[in-house]
């Protein structure tokens, strides 16, 4: 057995070790091309996008307001179905106003936090079963808070 290793043979060990480098730079090379060439998202296609995601929360504060007035007269539930629908509508709201709270607050956190208490109004007055013309008011101040959180 010789102590040294004949000369223009590489070991198995520095073959692998040899192409897991390569390989490495390939992906760190492919990775950071693909980057540089990606198209660059702008500020108004971010904004559509959250326009497109809160449209079920307008549509269900527009639902909570019509669902509502066929619902309620005088305090007392005359249509249980249509007021379940409404309490489900302006829980779909606020879900929706969830999700996209942090884009919201990134526009403007006075306008978000303004969203956020109309809805919660809207929540209240359709749970103590309030007037049906103020369940649309509210609904509609609502709306135009959502509106003007997303810049439309």
Known sequence: MSLYRQAGRAGARTLILAAVA????????????????????????KVADLQRRVRPAEEGLELTATEYGQAVRGGRIVAPTEYQAAQADVRRAGAAIAAARIDLRALSPQRAAALDRSVAAVRAAVG????????????????AELRAAVGR
Do not use: N
């Not at 390569?22 to 296609?45: N, Q, W, Y």
């Not at 103590?128 to 709306?143: F, K, M, N, P, T």
């Open 128 to 143: 103590r079963r309030a007037a049906a013309a103020d369940v649309r008011r509210l609904s509609d101040e609502a709306r």
């Open 22 to 45: 390569a390989l490495l730079v390939g992906l760190v090379a492919g990775f950071a091309l693909g980057r540089s060439t990606a198209p660059e998202e702008t500020l108004a296609a």
